[in-house]
């Protein structure tokens, strides 16, 4: 791969945008200024290595995995309409590269939310064949009972699905507080099991995908790339 193709291949740009960061001196590897778009990238173990683009330093991903701790008032959309995207949370070179949303979260839910440009990591995470479990927090605006407990972990039918919908644990932590783990990803899921047992939502985070806990490092709108570790937890139902 030529740092021409290195650049393209991060989203910095059209193939000539990509030349021209180079030839006027904007990519450094290893703390070394490179001019020539031509030239090889450098081949490293695990396929991974450092590079700076105007100062900025950047680490290469042949495959883009990322986590991101989403604020309420973004919409999981591109084309968002009544609140901002959460793209605009992300740097410009992401976003041209495509990396899209695994799954969606609701605007004013918060928490984990992983984005991908590999195709198939995103459908397997996507698909309900695939049960990958979700843990959310979820605050209500009635105190919980044990029946509403007892009826989520049962099933509730919602009106698209004839097929009840089930929560794989139900963890009460304090009178209008649930932790609620899922294995689907229905619309507005949580919101509508817990209006079927005759409560409300009041605030909505998700705080595991898969293995995966929402990092602690991760400031409230910040993201990162996920380490092979984690991808692996994510992963791993």
Request: charged residues 20%; positive net charge; contains cysteine.
């Amino acid at each position: 791969m030529t740092l021409e193709q290195l650049l393209f291949s991060q989203g910095f740009g059209t193939r000539k945008m990509c030349r021209l960061l180079i030839a006027d001196g904007h990519l450094a590897i290893g703390g070394e200024i490179q001019t020539d778009p031509a030239q090889h990238a450098p081949q490293v173990a695990g396929g991974t290595f450092t590079f700076s683009v105007r100062g900025q330093l950047w680490q290469y991903h042949a495959k883009a995995y990322l986590a991101l701790n989403k604020p309420s008032g973004y919409e999981c959309s591109q084309k968002s309409k009544a609140h901002p995207s959460v793209y605009t949370l992300l740097p410009s070179p992401l976003r041209t590269r495509d990396v899209q949303s695994v799954g969606r979260l609701d605007q004013d839910t918060t928490g984990l939310l992983l984005f991908s440009d590999d195709g198939q990591f995103i459908h397997k995470m996507a698909s309900p064949k695939h049960h990958v479990p979700k843990i959310y927090e979820v605050t209500t605006s009635e105190e919980l009972t044990d029946k509403q407990v007892t009826q989520l972990l049962a099933g509730v039918v919602l009106e698209d699905s004839p097929v009840p919908v089930i929560a794989l644990a139900c963890e009460r932590l304090a009178p209008t507080r649930l932790k609620m783990t899922l294995a689907q990803g229905k619309y507005h899921q949580v919101k509508r099991m817990l209006a079927a047992v005759g409560n409300h939502v009041r605030a909505l985070h998700r705080s595991q995908i898969g293995q995966l806990a929402l990092p602690p490092d991760l400031a409230l709108g910040a993201w990162r790339f996920l380490t092979p570790n984690e991808l692996a937890m994510v992963c791993r139902a």
